[in-house]
Antibody, heavy 124, light 109 residues
């Protein structure tokens, strides 16, 4: 049973850098993409970006200039850094495992395992 | 297009059937996945692929797709199904980035 355990600083001041890490336990790390998603208070889910075991990344264009996602395959961990945070970055941040493929010209994509979430508050 | 559109709120009487929809151009080539989120909890995958349920998800949850619209159907809604539901797919505009719908708040009356 794959489990994701995430951690990181929960209180930041404006202009600081958010830093979170997600560790993967009980399953394969390679062969998947790994995502970060966030949810501002009272709002919906927003995909931040993803990385695979080789370090290949994709980012949400709206956050791309401030986001870095990295991987440490020796520890089965991946990390999120978001620079120059403001109050608008206050949210619960989740890590998740992605599954993707294709069946007869139709693609499938889903996130089947999620971390419990980390609440990050940006306040002066 | 990078957008997935959901109705903000839907209600259903206890024991009745409800359909939650998700519209987007990418759904012409991607199956949507669906997530249930209850207050204070992480999202939980309830439907993926053409119409697949992860282990532990009741069979009253089902999925379907037609054209640019994906649907999540709950047949015989229970009180515990009251939650926010999100659809998810990849953007088909070229970069194939992940995208979520805005979410649907389901109220079971």
């Amino acid at each position: 049973q794959v489990q994701l355990q995430q951690w990181g600083a929960g209180l930041l001041k404006p202009s600081e850098t958010l830093s979170l890490t997600c560790a993967v336990y009980g399953g394969s790390f390679s062969g998947y993409y790994w995502s970060w998603i966030r949810q501002p208070p009272g709002k919906g889910l927003e995909w931040i970006g993803e990385i695979n075991h080789s370090g290949s990344t994709n980012y949400n264009p709206s956050l791309k200039s401030r986001v870095t996602i990295s991987v440490d395959t020796s520890k089965n961990q991946f990390s999120l850094k978001l620079s120059s945070v403001t109050a608008a970055d206050t949210a619960v941040y989740y890590c998740a495992r992605e599954v993707r493929g294709v069946i007869i010209y139709y693609y499938y994509y889903y996130m089947d395992v999620w971390g419990k979430g980390t609440t990050v508050t940006v306040s002066s | 297009s990078s957008e997935l559109t959901q109705d903000p709120a839907v209600s259903v009487a206890l024991g009745q059937t409800v359909r939650i929809t998700c519209q987007g151009d990418s759904l012409r080539s991607y199956y949507a996945s669906w997530y249930q989120q209850k207050p204070g909890q992480a999202p939980v995958l309830v439907i993926y692929g053409k119409n697949n349920r992860p282990s532990g998800i009741p069979d009253r949850f089902s999925g379907s797709s037609s054209g640019n619209t994906a649907s999540l159907t709950i047949t015989g809604a229970q009180a515990e199904d009251e939650a926010d539901y999100y659809c998810n797919s990849r953007d088909s505009s070229g970069n194939h980035l992940a995208v979520f719908g805005g979410g649907t708040k389901l109220t079971v009356l």
